[in-house]
Structures are given as structure tokens and as C-alpha cells.
């Protein structure tokens, strides 16, 4: 409930996320801004659009601060307020509860840090391709989890942001939309549970490329 009275917006309105995806509760549903949204159609468009709009401010750091100063904690955050501020009043905070996946909520801010300071150290001595850096860097921010929606779409766009400082070109990411169910989406989430579990990257670089 808000203020204004209850939503017409719900969990059974949304359906169930995609494979992998952190679902919403209803807490986080009082936190959405739009008024018209009442399906899981409107949601997606409303999110779409912020994110496209955020990936213009995204290029533009990138190219701006370089490797060294998107690597930030900061800037993760600021990231993932960006690409949902207009449609989450919690966007660009860190989660509260414990999710499907990812560390403990008091465990975040120095999981983030410690993703962001292992990946300056890869890219500074050059450990691992470019590609392979950047992938990891999505993998361990992905896997603490650090809000209550939207983690993957903001640590592969972290990934791509990265790519995109260090003069390279974005991945493809298998060149479909991650957001919904479907085989595209089940090649993905396995090669990042191989590239979790086995350390080996080389279905995920394939992957983010095909």
C-alpha cells in the first residue's frame, strides 16, 4: 500500500521471472513510480526505456573516466539508479533481504568493493583477455547481488561500460533479450554457472560474442 491507496500492480500481474532472476516481493512493489503500470508488458517497456536512456549517460562516463574511475563502488550504484530511477523508488540502493542469490545484505557493500578492486588489479596487470576481465567482473557482481531487482542487466552493463573504456566493443550478449525465459536465456545462466562453479570462462566470452 502508499499513500495514494493501494496499487494496481502485482506479483500475480507480473507472472514469474525469468530463470535466475531475483523475483519481486510485494514490499518492492511499493516502490514503483509510474501510476499506469499494471502488467508485467507495461513494466517491461517502462524499464526499457529508462535503461536505454541510461545507456547514453553510461557511454558517455565510460569514455569520460576510463577503467580506472568506472571501477567504483560508487559508480556501480549510481549505475543502477540510473538505469531504474525512473520506474523504482529503491533503485540504486542496496537489497534488505536475502534473495535466490547472492551474499548476505550486511556482506554487499564489501562484496561490490572487493569485486571493483580485484578487477582493477586484473586490468592494471593485464590478467586474463579483455573480454574474460570484463565477464568476471559481471560474474562476481552479479553473484553478490547487490539490489533488490536487476542485478543482471546492470553488472552486464557494467561489463559493456568497461569494454567500452578501454576502447573495445560491447558484447552481443547472444544478441537477444535476457529479460524473458527461452533457450537464449538458459545458454546464458548455464555458461555463467560453469564460469561460477568451474572457473572456466570460455562458454560465457563465446556466449556474450555469438
Known amino acids: 500500500m502508499t499513500d495514494e491507496g493501494p496499487t494496481t500492480f502485482s506479483l500475480k500481474s507480473i507472472g514469474p521471472e525469468p530463470t535466475g532472476a531475483t523475483p519481486l516481493e510485494e514490499d518492492d512493489l511499493e516502490g514503483l513510480i509510474p501510476d499506469f503500470v ?13 535503461i536505454t536512456r541510461a545507456l ?3 557511454l558517455r562516463q565510460a569514455r569520460s573516466r576510463g577503467p580506472y574511475g568506472l571501477l ?14 525512473d520506474v523504482w523508488k529503491w533503485a540504486g540502493t542496496q537489497r534488505r533481504r536475502l534473495t535466490n542469490l547472492g ?45 533488490p531487482n536487476g ?18 566493443v560491447m558484447f552481443t550478449w547472444g544478441s537477444e533479450s535476457l529479460d524473458v525465459g527461452g533457450e537464449t536465456r538458459e545458454r546464458y545462466i548455464g555458461a555463467l554457472l560453469k564460469a561460477r562453479h568451474e572457473d572456466n570462462y570460455v562458454d560465457l566470452v563465446a556466449f556474450a560474442r555469438s
Open 38 to 50: 499494471t502488467n508485467r508488458r507495461d513494466l517491461n517497456r517502462v524499464e526499457f526505456d529508462n
Open 56 to 58: 547514453s549517460w553510461g
Open 72 to 85: 567504483e563502488a560508487e559508480f556501480v550504484m549510481r549505475l543502477h539508479r540510473e538505469m531504474f530511477g
Open 103 to 147: 551474499v548476505m545484505p550486511e556482506q554487499i557493500a564489501m562484496g561490490v568493493q572487493n569485486a571493483v578492486d580485484d578487477m582493477k588489479f586484473w586490468h592494471a596487470n593485464e590478467i586474463f583477455s579483455i573480454d574474460e576481465r570484463a565477464l568476471r567482473l559481471h560474474n562476481r557482481l552479479v553473484g553478490v547481488h547487490p539490489f
Open 151 to 168: 542485478n543482471g542487466r546492470c553488472t552486464r552493463l557494467m561489463a559493456d561500460l568497461y569494454l567500452v573504456s578501454v576502447g573495445e
